[in-house]
């Protein structure tokens, strides 16, 4: 089994474990990050300054805490894949990269190891693979995850009309409340995975399941970043291990879950406004009753936000995202290590006791 695969492998499970321990984050963060509220409207709304474990009691009250892991199923089949893709693609093109040094080398080029330049475009092809097949399993993940909160603001919508209507006298007080009653009574419509695909499909069509490609392929620099924060770190644990002459350079698990932090904070920091843009393209529009608040595109979504919502709504959520990915990417960092370690240990005891080749 080569590297790759091992390495593969280990990133799809530590992707899984960090998935089901903060999805319940992730799935609140990707609220914040869809709400939309106009600059005029934005003092009536409690939601939006709502704290994240106010919002997260305010989910399990009214969805209980079912509503907290919508779209999980889809979202472990999507980390288990992009991670193992990613990790797969990744190490196939760093040990080209580092092969390529080794041989630039020999030829009395370079000290034989990567740069920080290397590893960013390693990390980038690695990551644009993983974005171009597995971006139909996210649309559904983010339309899942935000469908109460779309059917919520289409009621709101037609209690308003309903108030319309009694206004202008077309609708009498009697009619109203029963009207109103009817409207609260309706519970959100059962929202799977095949009713996702078959509502991006006939919204879009096929290529509705690529929607906010373009930010997420700009957001290829955010592993990039992180990977290069991350490598970067290792090696100067190892040098300096190294330097002083130590029995092992071996970098500890408790290690790697900070340096694995620190890559992932100084990502998240960078790109979340992309992040902000992706989730509202691939959310339902009908998430705002607004009309400018619907978007069409990657520049229609940044021209309305920055117009209707001001530059602070590129940083919706923010904190809950860097505590939910950097606590992810730790964990991932550690588990995959770990278990990069653990196949590489079973793989030499199955290679040592496998009896020899017959000549």
Known sequence: MSNAVVNGLAGAGGGIIAQIITYPLQSV???QQTERIAKKSQGSSSSS???TLVQILQVIKSEGL???YSGLKPSLLGTATSQGIYYYFYQVFKNKAESMAAANKRKGRGDGTLGMFSWLVVAA???SLNVLLTNPIWVLVTRMQTHTQAERKIMEAKKEALLRESSEG????SSLHDKLCELDSVKPNPYGTLHAAYEVYNEAGILGFWKGIIPTLIMVCNPSIQFMIYESSIKHLKAKRADKKQNSTKVTALEVFLVGAIAKLGATVTTYPLLVVKSRLQAKQEISTNNSLRYSGTMDAIVKMIHYEGLSSFYKGMSTKIVQSVF??????MIKEELVNLFSLLLLT???SSPPPIK
């Open 29 to 31: 963060n990707t609220r």
């Open 49 to 51: 300054s709502a704290g």
């Open 66 to 68: 079912g509503g907290l």
């Open 125 to 127: 092809l690695a990551g």
């Open 170 to 173: 077309s609708l009498t007080g």
């Open 328 to 333: 992810a990417a730790s964990v991932l960092f």
């Open 350 to 352: 199955m290679s040592k």
